[in-house]
């Protein structure tokens, strides 16, 4: 056998190796989910069982049922989540995009010293700014509604920071181009960059989708009435109405689940090229 086998078969054997350890941390990783969902489907006798019985025997369909048609209102939750996360999700990569295009390609004087600044908001804990925003909101007549967990979201310092990255990353010849040819800052932004820069907006909505769609401790404290409650918060109210009926809490938590796999599925194939371009130019 030449060297060159011998070679061939070493990195055969090296990527199988891979590839088992990888599938077994992947399932590891994954065996939380796989309980919950299995648990959905149990009885109350059947959850904590040992071995786990990983697959019920007899699945129980009406878990699910009770979740979505008892309590104060699953629906309501599910809904007011879906209307902020969506909403964020269009709102916050724009708006992010807008003041990135400004960081990276107008020139004006102490524009880096701001951007330094502003980057230092990303040291500040979110919960040292509660109180503060509590005042803010009491004072705008936004507290107790969803404005106050949708204007603060729309503008994130991470975002800004990542979209910037990608925008260096741009060829500075390609809007001194379009300027040559009579185009300006708005027409350049939403013709040659936007277009440019779908993987990293796609990037950047999954991961803005997810914070917001788990967000807890903003709407714990900034929202009261229970008609505004997002699902977070009403899992919280339905754990405790159910006590301890393991059951449906694991229904509402896979119900919870749904929106946060399906964002992730139809922009999986954007988010390591964003991540890659995003980190090209510091």
């Known amino acids: 056998m030449d060297t060159r086998n011998k070679r061939m078969i070493r990195e055969r054997v090296a990527k199988s190796f891979n590839t088992i350890i990888m599938a077994l941390a992947s399932l590891l990783l994954l065996s939380p989910m796989i309980w919950m969902v299995s ?31 008892t309590g104060d209102g699953f629906a309501l939750f599910y809904f007011n989540s879906l209307k902020i996360s969506l909403i964020l999700l269009i709102g916050a990569p724009l708006l992010a995009a807008f003041a990135a295009y400004g960081f990276s390609r107008i020139p004006f004087k102490g524009r880096d010293s701001i951007f330094l600044l502003y980057l230092c908001l990303m040291m500040i804990p979110p919960q040292v700014l509660f109180v503060p925003k509590f005042i803010m909101f009491d004072w ?18 991470f975002g800004v920071f990542m979209i910037r990255q990608f925008f260096m990353s741009i060829p500075h010849e390609i809007s001194e181009a379009a300027f040559i040819d009579g185009a300006g800052h708005f027409r350049i932004f939403f013709q040659l960059f936007l277009p440019l820069s779908k993987p990293v907006l796609a990037t950047f909505a999954i ?56 964002v992730f599925f139809l922009g999986q194939k954007y988010i390591i090229q964003g991540f890659a371009s995003s980190a090209v130019k510091g």
């Open 140 to 157: 705008m007549r936004i507290y107790n509604t969803h404005w106050a967990l949708i204007l603060p979201g729309l503008f994130t310092v």
């Open 207 to 262: 991961i803005d989708f997810t914070w917001t769609w788990n967000d807890y401790e903003n709407a714990l404290i900034f929202l009261l009435d229970k008609k505004l409650y997002t699902v977070p918060l009403g899992m919280q109210n339905f754990m405790l109405e159910a006590g301890v009926d393991y059951n449906l809490m694991m229904a509402a938590a896979t119900a919870g689940v749904v929106p946060l796999l399906i």
């Open 39 to 69: 648990t959905s489907f149990k009885k109350p006798k059947d959850v904590f069982t040992y071995p786990i019985q990983w697959i019920p025997l007899d699945p129980v369909w009406t878990n699910h049922f009770k979740v979505w048609m």
